[in-house]
């Protein structure tokens, strides 16, 4: 047994130095299309790096792709050029523009022509490279035309629609922006992943303990014995109310509900669906803050939930459980108002983990039979939304997610 051990944890830390070294020195390739690859046409889609300046003050850095064609952005940021920002006019790009371009990055909007003539009227009234805001709040692949020859020598990148709002914004307020844009490689060791793996593992993990790491011990007190085994057994019924045993049918529809919320993304992807995603999480992750919190408090302070007070249709509440639940409350709103920061994700992956704690706590698997059904279908549902779904829709519904 001990040396299985030994070998799992192995095979483990291999598996993460794998993940870790993946792709190392890589460029940070998005996606691939079908149009057609000339000499002046070879670029891959390279994800670009947009740090931006208001008035000399340095703000959020935004991430976009780089076109088919044109010329290749520094891998480096200390090899990188800043230039200033001015609007095409007309916005569209598509006519020579009656605003001066030279020298700095011109910004269009996408549509009315092909990206390649917008690229080659920019280049023609100076501009040092062409930014196209989207005119969606996702990533385009800007290909090639079919015909013809294409002479761009400028860097062309394509932005989120409400990052290109907010640049056009601020050049119609009159502020003086500067835009400086690359294409950083892949790190040689990343990092990232290998801690993605460990907090996902240790999540599982934890979840999997965690009745066992959080059970009050019991009183030895001889006189007690009764009424500790009658308020046992009431714990343990209410503990088996509170549980849901899957069985095959329930992992099947599970499975079935998360592919009608993808289309549901697909199809229905605005700013009030999201909204309505977000505040599901944010409920979610409040009740999983509230019993990780509270698991854990009354795992030491035993008489810490006896006090309490009247609340209509929740009947009587715990002092310690109202607080909480206040705390869990402040915590998912702060996340919510800030939740575009840079310091957001550690917010978002707090809620998710108690989320992810309470789930486990809630849904059982009882045998063998339909753990494999649900990781058979969870495995087909990824390979179908992947690499199936383009035959049926216009692009890859995961991806296009």
């Not at 280049?123 to 996702?138: C, H, P």
């Not at 690359?182 to 990343?190: A, F, H, I, L, T």
């Not at 006189?223 to 009658?230: G, H, I, R, S, T």
């Not at 992807?269 to 944010?282: A, D, G, H, Y």
Request: aromatic residues 10%; proline residues 3%; glycine residues 6%.
């Amino acid at each position: 047994m001990a040396s299985s051990s030994v070998f799992l944890r192995l095979l483990l830390l291999l598996s993460l130095a794998a993940l870790s070294f993946a792709d190392n020195s890589k460029d940070y390739i998005l996606g691939e299309d079908s149009s057609p690859t000339k000499p002046s046409c070879n670029n891959p889609y390279l994800m670009v790096k947009v740090k931006r300046w208001v008035n000399g003050n340095e703000g959020k850095t935004v991430e976009g792709v780089g076109a088919k064609f044109g010329a290749l952005l520094p891998s480096k940021l200390e090899k990188a050029v800043k230039f200033p920002v001015v609007l095409s006019k007309p916005f569209n790009g598509c006519s020579k523009s009656s605003s001066q371009l030279s020298g700095a990055i011109a910004l269009s909007t996408r549509g009315d022509c092909d990206f390649s003539v917008k690229a080659q009227v920019a280049q023609a009234g100076g501009a040092k490279g062409l930014l196209v805001m989207n005119n969606e709040e996702d990533l385009a692949m800007m290909g090639c035309p079919e015909n013809g020859t294409l002479d761009v020598s400028i860097f062309v990148a394509m932005i989120q629609k409400s990052d290109g709002e907010h640049l056009k914004k601020s050049v119609e307020d009159g502020n003086k922006v500067e835009l400086l844009l690359y294409s950083p490689k892949r790190p040689v060791v990343d990092f990232g992943v290998a801690f993605l793996c460990l907090m996902a593992v240790g999540t599982i993990k934890m979840a999997s303990y965690w009745k066992t790491f959080t059970v009050v011990e019991q009183n030895d007190d001889p006189y007690k014995e009764l009424a500790e085994k009658d308020s046992m057994r009431t714990a343990k019924e209410d503990s088996e109310d509170e549980t849901m045993v899957l069985n095959v049918a329930g992992a099947v529809c599970f499975v079935i509900t998360a592919s009608t919320f993808l289309l549901l993304l697909y199809f229905f992807m605005s700013t009030w669906f999201v909204w309505v995603l977000i505040v599901l999480f944010c409920i979610g992750g409040i009740q999983g803050m509230h019993y990780v919190i509270s698991s854990l408090i009354l795992r030491t302070w035993k008489s810490g939930g006896r006090k309490g007070i009247h609340v209509p249709i929740f009947e009587e509440v715990s002092y310690l459980s109202l607080v909480i639940l206040l705390v869990s409350v402040a915590f998912a709103i702060f996340w919510c108002v800030t939740r575009r920061e840079s310091y957001s994700w550690v917010g978002q992956d707090v809620l998710g983990i108690c989320l992810m704690i309470t789930v486990l706590q809630v849904a059982q698997l009882p045998n063998i039979k339909v753990a494999t059904v649900l990781l058979c279908c969870a495995f087909l549902y990824d390979i179908f939304w992947v690499f199936v779904s383009p035959l049926f829709f216009k692009d890859s519904v995961m991806i296009a997610i």
